[in-house]
């Protein structure tokens, strides 16, 4: 895919975020660094969209997640390959590509913790991607630039490293145990189950075409809402986010993930919340979003219904009523003539 492509595409799914009332986004990997250059747009004022917390490129091992050449079709030239990630092979490497994000302007940095390859071909745990010396020394490099961590994981001993290491945020997590789980909520650290990709293909009658995906999916389905369930008993801070991008994942679709969150035990205040107050915890931004308070930024959604009573009213058609980003309306549905 062309960059000009990506970036097309990034700033239709921006419109569509606001569209559907979801004023910050939190991406963790694109191509070409669209989503710096998109959150830079968006902030100078000539693009509706929500505000963005960017992570460039996330950091991965050879082969891991977001190795482009584990996508590729065989033969082609690396210099060909678009990539959302970076491949590191030591603690410098990683400190390096590190320092390359941050200079190039990423608000976040991803790293990915653990594969699910044996997962998928065994049933077995998840094994480690990155080394513990490697996302120590990612960490290390982001905290002392203000920047937060998060890491692509769903269990074992790479998720441990990753606690150890000083990761702030863990994305999936489906086979996380009961002792990682005390061990992350100990820390004031953060889950964010993105339970859409699972929970969609469900939706949609639509699995994975290749047997090794279709058994991951049933393991990983069996597995998510048990897991956000005790993580949520156990006072991990549970985050909605929806992994925006995968099949059947559509940007703006938040309001499907909140639904899933309920499904899974929390409650529609907690849920709300997860949303709201605590996503802008996970994203270092509690003193300036998530709350309706005085000199908090004044992004605020109306909706027909009061969601607390029926997570439902944030799935009408006509749904948000308003939106207001900043203290300035940028999407209002309301008819003509019915007031201020």
Known sequence: RLPATSALKAARNARRQVENGITTIRDLGANDWVDIALRDAINEGWQLGPRIVACGHGITGPGGHMDARRYARPGTPLEMLSSIGVVVESADEARRATWEQL??????????????????????????????????????VAHNAGRKVAAHCHGGPGVQDA????????????????????????????????????????????????AATRKWYVLATGAMYKTVERAHKRGVRVVAGTDAGMPYVYHGSLSFEMKHLAQAGLSNKAVIASATRVAAEALGLEDTIGQIAPNFCADLIVLNGDPTQNLS????????????????????????????
Do not use: W
């Open 313 to 340: 009213v944030l799935e009408q058609p006509a749904a948000p009523l308003i939106v207001m980003q900043r203290g300035e309306i940028t999407v209002d549905r309301r008819e003509p003539g019915t007031g201020d």
């Open 103 to 140: 200079m190039r302007g990423a608000d976040v940095i991803k790293l990915n913790a653990t594969l699910s390859e044996y997962v998928r071909a065994l049933g077995g745990q998840c094994s480690p991607e990155l080394t513990f010396d490697m996302m120590q020394a990612i960490c290390e």
């Open 163 to 210: 606690i150890r290491a000083g990761v702030d945020t863990f994305e999936h997590g489906r086979f996380l145990t009961d002792e990682l789980l005390d061990q992350i909520a100990e820390g004031g650290r953060f889950l964010v189950p993105t339970l859409s990709p699972e929970a969609q293909s469900i939706a949609n009658d639509a699995p994975p075409k290749d």
